[in-house]
């Protein structure tokens, strides 16, 4: 299986993927029936798999904050 293309972050940056993650969806900011840590976890590990390096948890993704995940 192809590895998620990269791209530096910046200049000089570390490569990150060229698609970026929005964690924003692992929140319960957009559902009423939260995700639990554990299918949190495999979602991220997943991600990980297939090469996903550049992940957006931006300050509004707080149930629990993604940025701890």
């Known amino acids: ?3 998620l293309p990269t791209r530096p972050l910046g200049r000089g940056g570390p490569q990150v ?3 970026g993650l ?3 969806g692992l ?5 009423n ?3 639990s840590d554990v ?3 495999q979602l991220l590990d997943r991600a990980v798999e297939l090469g ?3 992940w ?3 300050d509004m993704c707080t149930f629990p904050s993604t940025s701890i995940l």
């Open 27 to 31: 929140s319960a900011f957009y559902s």
């Open 22 to 24: 929005g964690l924003m």
């Open 17 to 19: 993927s060229a698609i």
């Open 33 to 35: 029936a939260p995700i």
């Open 52 to 54: 996903s390096t550049f």
């Open 1 to 3: 299986m192809a590895l």
């Open 39 to 41: 299918e949190r976890f």
């Open 56 to 58: 957006d948890t931006a």
